[in-house]
């Protein structure tokens, strides 16, 4: 076996990292960090967040996949509806008179959708005044069902302070009491007779 020296292993490290190793390191970094000054901070937000979250998070690269997808649909869309509007060599060789007849029955076709739409319309306002006038009649039943029930509770409300008056000794005033039992009987009376008719 042979001894090691101490010495062969500091020289190793010297060749290693020597000066020029060393300058070769910091070249790197200062290329990679994007020159002497750094990253701006913009610059290193934007280059984190393009970076880590748009290529790791699965549902965003779907998104992305999505969204090109669909841009590609709505250009050829696009497309199609250019060539429609643009007249084609194919067409320009049909005579006068049959794109003139085109143009009769597609003017008559637009005379026929206005009557419909103006139809439509009127049918609309019909109906909004309908249910504008139903509207109306609701509110005025609910306000009269509203009143009445005022009423009736202003009454109920009197009966029952006159129900429960009480005499300074703490009896209770019997006057209101055979008050209401004799209308309640005549009440009753007037009920039972009337059926008796």
Same mark, same amino acid.
């Given at each position: 076996?042979?001894?090691? =020296? /101490?010495? !062969?292993?500091?020289?190793?490290?010297?060749?290693? =990292?020597? /000066?020029?190793?060393?300058?070769?390191? $910091?070249?790197? &970094?200062?290329?990679?960090?994007?020159?002497?000054?750094?990253?701006? %901070? +913009?610059? *290193?937000? &934007?280059?984190?967040?393009?970076?880590?979250?748009? *290529?790791?998070?699965?549902?965003?690269?779907?998104?992305?996949?999505? *969204?090109?997808? =669909?841009?590609?649909?709505?250009?050829?869309?696009?497309?199609?509806?250019?060539?429609?509007?643009? /007249?084609?060599?194919?067409?320009?060789?049909?005579? /006068?008179?049959?794109?003139? !007849?085109? !143009?009769?029955?597609?003017?008559?076709?637009?005379?026929? &959708?206005?009557?419909?739409?103006?139809? %439509?319309?009127? %049918?609309?306002?019909? $109906?909004? +005044?309908?249910?504008?006038?139903?509207?109306? +009649?609701?509110?005025?039943?609910?306000?009269?069902?509203?009143?009445?029930?005022? #009423?009736? +509770?202003?009454? #109920?409300?009197?009966? $029952?302070?006159?129900? *429960?008056?009480?005499?300074?000794?703490?009896?209770?005033?019997?006057?209101?009491?055979?008050?209401?039992? %004799?209308?309640?009987?005549?009440?009753? =009376?007037? &009920?039972?007779?009337?059926?008796?008719?």
């Amino acid at each position: 076996m042979k001894k090691k =020296n /101490p010495s !062969n292993r500091e020289d190793d490290r010297e060749k290693t =990292n020597g /000066p020029k190793s060393m300058v070769n390191k $910091r070249k790197k &970094n200062m290329k990679r960090l994007g020159g002497a000054a750094g990253l701006s %901070l +913009e610059a *290193f937000v &934007n280059a984190k967040s393009n970076t880590s979250s748009s *290529f790791s998070n699965p549902a965003l690269i779907k998104k992305q996949r999505e *969204f090109y997808k =669909n841009a590609k649909y709505v250009s050829k869309f696009k497309k199609k509806l250019k060539q429609q509007h643009q /007249p084609n060599e194919l067409h320009s060789d049909v005579r /006068p008179s049959e794109a003139e !007849n085109e !143009n009769r029955e597609g003017s008559k076709m637009m005379n026929k &959708n206005k009557r419909s739409k103006n139809s %439509l319309k009127e %049918l609309y306002e019909k $109906r909004r +005044e309908e249910e504008e006038k139903a509207r109306i +009649e609701r509110e005025a039943i609910l306000k009269a069902k509203k009143e009445e029930r005022e #009423r009736s +509770e202003s009454r #109920r409300k009197a009966a $029952r302070e006159k129900m *429960f008056k009480k005499t300074r000794h703490g009896q209770p005033v019997m006057k209101y009491r055979i008050e209401h039992l %004799l209308q309640l009987v005549q009440g009753s =009376n007037g &009920n039972s007779t009337d059926k008796n008719l």
